[in-house]
């Protein structure tokens, strides 16, 4: 994020835009370090020149979780009961009248209480101080279904993971998550819910979707029932799905496709789906499912070749067999290991 930018903010001469961009920035896990280092130097220069005591790390940790309970509440809720909101008013600039007018409320509330706590030895406690964090894993060939506190329940992948509160305290219902998660949201519209990874924030009320962002460079959203808005985290870029749509995140850019509703999530349910996958991708997905390791002698034979199939619940060599019968390829399994030889 641009220096210059985060001191403007510090010193309140920031646009609405920017300080929109600036409060969903950091509360992302690069935006949160940056903002405390970027703190600690502000204060340093706000207060060298004064003798009143500053209890600066408790002033950050307060504002940093008013950021992270404010930022992105009001959005959605409108966008649900005015859908047609964000297809057309706008200003001059080309950003949206009821986003601004959003932005300069939440700015002022912020400015606020940061004047407040800079000028006061009053702590302000939110709930969220007082939320224990848990962190749940699917290990490689293992899957894992969590309930929520608020009724919700997410179905991890494989090599996948959640962090999330004990119980949902704010305005929001927040987790952040890597790998591959099914979310089947309670419906809460005073409270939405807000799934973040590391390029994307989604934001729901009462829906199901699928995330997968095992990569950085690469992620999916996809929405089978409800309603969601997706927004880039850095960057002003949203979108708004409806059921059989799916955002797809390459090269830093956001497009909105369709996908198969029936085939999407059947991973949540023990299937493996392969729709004409490149074969070099089935071994990737194999080896997460199953938790091994594959090796490959004549890689280079694999080029091109594509695989569709459906297994149910189905063991490593069945999955193998049915494969190499199409592919051309022995195999030999030990233990975590897969040695796989293509013969032509």
């Known amino acids: 994020m641009n220096t210059e930018l985060i001191h403007k903010f510090f010193a309140g001469e920031c646009t609405p835009k920017e300080a929109h961009e600036l ?5 992302t896990p690069e935006g949160e370090k940056e903002f405390k280092e970027h703190f600690e130097s502000f204060q340093l220069d706000a207060f060298s020149s004064q003798n009143e005591e500053v209890h600066s790390d408790r002033m950050l940790v307060q504002i ?8 992105l509440v009001k959005g959605i809720v409108e966008e649900e009961e005015t859908p047609q909101v964000h297809l057309t008013s706008s200003s001059s600039s080309g950003f949206p009248i009821t986003r601004i007018a959003a932005v300069i409320t939440l700015l002022i509330a912020f400015s606020s209480i940061a004047y407040f706590l800079i000028r006061s030895d009053v702590t302000v406690v939110t709930e969220s101080q007082n939320t224990a964090m848990l962190t749940k894993k699917a290990e490689p060939g293992q899957k894992l279904s969590i309930h929520l506190s608020d009724g919700s329940v997410a179905v991890l992948n494989s090599n996948s993971s959640i962090t999330y509160p004990k119980e949902f305290a704010g305005d929001i219902r927040h987790i952040q998550m890597e790998g591959e998660v099914f979310f089947d949201v309670a419906q809460n519209k005073d409270k939405p819910f807000v799934v973040s990874t590391s390029k994307l924030n989604t934001t729901a009320l009462g829906t199901s979707f699928n995330i997968n962002a095992r990569s950085d460079t690469h992620q999916q959203v996809s929405l089978l029932t409800g309603k969601v808005k997706v927004e880039m985290i850095q960057g002003s870029t949203t979108n708004f799905l409806v059921p059989g749509e799916e955002i797809r995140f390459e090269n830093e850019k956001m497009a909105k496709t369709s ?4 085939t999407k999530t059947l991973w949540k349910d023990g299937i493996i789906y392969f729709d004409n996958q490149p074969l070099d991708e089935c071994f990737k997905t194999l080896e997460l499912w199953y938790g091994v390791t594959l090796s490959i002698e004549g890689k280079e034979l694999s080029e091109g070749k594509m695989v569709s ?4 619940n189905d063991n490593l060599r069945n999955v193998l067999n049915s494969i190499s019968y199409a592919h051309n390829f022995d195999y030999k399994v030990s233990e975590e290991r897969v040695h796989i030889t293509f013969t032509r």
């Open 23 to 27: 409060l969903v920035w950091f509360n």
């Open 64 to 71: 940093h979780d008013r950021i992270k309970e404010q930022h």
């Open 259 to 262: 996908f198969d509703t029936r």
């Open 309 to 312: 199939g459906r297994f149910d």
